[in-house]
């Protein structure tokens, strides 16, 4: 289904919550961590080939660290389509200088769509569906669609999407403008939200046409989109570090949302493992573990020749790789970036993280 569309991969993440098996050289969009074989990097490339068309119409952004193993990663994909950041700066930068590439490249009307290389998708024919009708939405009207997904629990760590007006059907899918975007609630709020049946969590994927980007960029973030429009990749170190969600969709008023029923999840942490599980199990076993009076355990090893043994553990993730050991509780898998900042201070400590 070809639908004159440039998607484009976000792939500049470090990964940190999939510490220890994710590192510098190894971030997580290089793993394969949902059963496939493939990585998460790949899998993403392969469900939207068929949405660009050809590997000549896909892109990826990604960092100077890791644009080598990109290019491993994915051969097909033109050399001149891998943009490189000389600096991690967050989605807004990654955004806008991409836009303007594309733009530069392909014309203003270009529709284009972005895509976080970290996302499991269950039913890809269903995907294409709804980032047809987004795309349609987009070339209909100056709009910034992105897909909603129906919230199963109230998560602290995504962002929500309130929803407004209905403005009509696309590809029988409905469309609505956005009252709000709010960033990672806390429980209350979050449960308050799902409650009122009208919000989405954001998905982080965002389809437009890049003239209507670019003019709400000019409007709400200037300080970001001059400076690379004058001097391209070269304008990184005077940039903020900031979100699109930030830097855009929070002020424009031209946010749309289509909700996303086709099965989905961002592979953020080690507990998104437990959720792909086809059936629930005692533990989830990526190792080999032995146990005694362990449940709701996460346990992985890298080395097939390793044995793990738990006694009387419960809703723990335990990771074994290389050099490194992982144990923490289910409910603070978010604090493991906190430990890497104490691992990077330690000049000795870099044989930990690489």
């Not at 998708?121 to 910034?144: H, M, P, Q």
């Amino acid at each position: 289904m070809k639908t004159n569309l440039i998607p484009v991969i976000l792939a500049g993440g470090k990964g940190e919550r999939f510490w220890p098996l994710s590192r510098t050289k190894r971030p997580k969009q290089f793993l394969s961590l949902d059963g496939s074989g493939k990585s998460l990097l790949q899998s993403t490339a392969e469900r939207l080939l068929p949405l660009a068309g050809d590997w000549d119409k896909i892109w990826v952004v990604t960092s100077a660290l890791i644009a080598a193993g990109v290019k491993e990663q994915l051969p097909q994909l033109p050399e001149a389509n891998i943009l490189i950041e000389p600096e991690g700066k967050d989605t807004a930068p990654a955004v806008t200088w991409t836009t303007l590439e594309i733009a530069r490249k392909y014309g203003a009307e270009s529709s284009i769509a972005f895509f976080p290389a970290d996302h499991w998708i269950a039913d890809r024919a269903a995907f294409e569906d709804t980032i047809k009708a987004a795309n349609s939405l987009a070339k209909d009207i100056d709009a910034i669609v992105t897909l909603g997904i129906q919230p199963n629990y109230p998560s602290t760590g995504y962002g929500y999407i309130e929803r407004g007006a209905e403005i009509g059907q696309y590809n029988n899918i409905n469309a609505y403008q956005v009252t709000r975007f709010t960033e990672k609630p806390d429980r209350p709020t979050a449960e308050s939200f799902i409650k009122t049946g009208k919000y989405s969590w954001n998905s982080g994927m965002f389809i437009f046409r890049a003239k209507v980007v670019l003019a709400e960029l000019e409007k709400f973030a200037p300080q970001l989109l001059n400076p690379l429009k004058e001097k391209g990749v070269k304008a990184y170190p005077e940039l903020e570090k900031t979100s699109i969600d930030y830097a855009l969709m929070e002020k424009t008023n031209l946010a749309h949302v289509i909700p996303a029923d086709f099965g989905w999840d961002d592979l953020g942490d080690w507990n998104a493992l437990e959720r792909l599980q086809k059936e629930k199990q005692t533990n989830l076993e990526l190792a080999n573990h032995v146990c005694k009076d362990t449940k709701g355990a996460i346990v992985y090893s890298s080395d097939e020749d390793e044995i793990i043994v738990t006694i009387g553990l419960e809703d723990v993730v335990i990771v074994r790789d290389r050099n490194a050991t992982l144990i923490v509780k289910k409910d603070r898998t978010q604090e493991i970036k906190q430990v890497l900042k104490s691992l990077k201070a330690d000049p000795n400590a870099n044989k930990y993280l690489s």
